[in-house]
């Protein structure tokens, strides 16, 4: 037999085992894991001494996503080169929406922008109102393969804010279909009247916008979505949790073993809130804010404990001109800080592996089969691509990134591919990088190049097995 692409010496990683072994492709499929040096293939590629992991899967990124007058500097096109670059083979974008919008047209809308990308995607669904017509919608969403809606505790003046009543009939709509919501929790109350009390004081500087949205603010709303999930009998997936009084709320319910599943960002790992006391501070505001370096450390024990299952990036690829545009100068020309009018969000699809590998791995914080778990498996399965994604089995794509966990790299906005003209990891030394980036068995970053080919993904149909909506431990299978 002789395959499309071999891949030779390996140390193929799951979150469960390494072993070294060959991998062979055919027709974009792992065809063979096992020793095949008597087997001939179009190309072979030798990766002696190098890890070979599944493709990372990024479920939580905002491309060209209009909030608070600024779209972001990719389209889906740039945004899969550049996680390309970071070992990220599927990646996975919200809808629009806002109050009045079909969800099911916006989805369908949402797909067909993102239908440029070089890489795999999918959609998620994002409520903002709970009328019948709309949660009706619903069944429409699982049958085109989105089983994953996603709603915001706050945001309340943006529009976008799903208040309680919305939350509690979206959770029991997803409990009937198999679908499973996503939560962006802050409480909105907590955060506007700190902010009305700042505005009083005028304190509005960059760490006080982070005084705004205080680690109660984001607790409060988990321990509140976690209740309602409860109560009905949902699971709930949680975004960019920063915190261990969050964490501790989803460990009492693992306790009882009911699923609610945690997610954090790699700028919560490493980057920490004395990033507001510097002059371009605003470029790291986001929500909820960076924690404390405290904070980070509660995070990666969450990781290394199993109470966060999965990571993303949320990322926003803002440029420095988006992220100022609103703000004003004083007679020097510097900015007036007013954080009120500076656009949330912060960029991350690109360094989100190697940062794990090199803050997590290279660090002996976690193992690289607990990277492949929280980047790839785990997502894989929570989001209803498994096992088509998320693993290196006969059957699966063959969405495969080799990574050299010898190799360093300084981070700096001059080597990534984002568009933007910052980079707030700048000067952070890298050690375990990627180093091939292969979708659907083809190449498509090697030593450096894009070799990928704009159009080349295909939308992925999801639909979620239930057995990973009625256990936290994901790895039980």
Partial sequence: MKYDLIIKNGKVV???????????????????????????????????????????????????????????ANDFFQQSVSGAFGGVTMFMDFANVFKGKSVYEAVKERAN?????????????????S???????????????????KMFMTYKKEGVMSDDETLLKIFKKAKSVNGL???????????????????????????????????????????????????????????????????????????????????????????????YEKKDGHLAICSPPLR???????????????????????????????????????????????????????????????????????????????????????IAKVYGCYPQKGIIAPGSDADIVIVDMEKEVVLSKDILHNNIDYCLHEGLKIKGYPIMTISKGKIIIEEGEFKGRKGDGNFIKRNINTKYLKKFNLNND
């Fill in 14 to 72: 799951s979150p469960s085992s390494t072993i070294k072994t060959d991998i062979g492709v055919i027709d974009g499929k792992i065809s063979i894991l096992g020793d095949l040096k008597d087997f001939e293939a179009e190309k072979i590629i030798d990766v002696t001494g190098k890890y070979v992991i599944p493709g990372v899967i990024e479920a939580h990124m905002h491309c060209m996503a209009p909030f608070q007058g600024c779209l972001g």
């Fill in 113 to 129: 922008e993102m239908s440029i990308s070089a890489i795999d995607y999918s959609v998620h669904g994002k409520f903002v109102e």
């Fill in 131 to 149: 009328n019948e017509k709309i949660i009706n919608e619903i069944d429409l969403l699982i049958k085109y393969g989105v089983p994953t809606f």
């Fill in 181 to 275: 919501p996503m939560l962006h929790c802050e409480s909105n109350a907590i955060a506007e009247i700190n902010i009305e009390n700042c505005v009083k004081n005028n304190k509005l500087t960059w760490m006080d916008f982070a005084e705004c949205k205080p680690v109660l603010c984001e607790a409060e709303a988990f321990s509140r979505a976690t209740f309602f999930a409860k109560m009905i009998g949902t699971p709930i997936l949680v975004v960019h949790t920063t915190n261990k009084i969050a964490l501790d709320i989803a460990r009492e319910a693992h306790k009882n073993e009911f699923p609610i599943y945690v997610e954090t960002c790699p700028h919560y790992l490493t980057l920490f809130k004395d990033q």
């Fill in 292 to 378: 404390t370096k405290k904070d980070a450390e509660e995070l990666w024990d969450g990781i290394k404990d199993g109470t966060i299952s999965l990571t993303g990036s949320d990322d926003c690829t803002y440029s420095y001109k988006e992220k100022s545009m609103f703000l004003e100068r004083d007679e020097k020309g510097n900015i007036i800080p007013d954080f009120r009018k500076v656009v949330n969000g912060t960029s991350g699809l690109e360094i989100r592996l190697p940062i794990l590998l090199s803050e997590g791995v290279s660090k002996n914080r976690i193992s690289i089969n607990k990277v492949v778990e929280i980047t790839s498996t785990n």
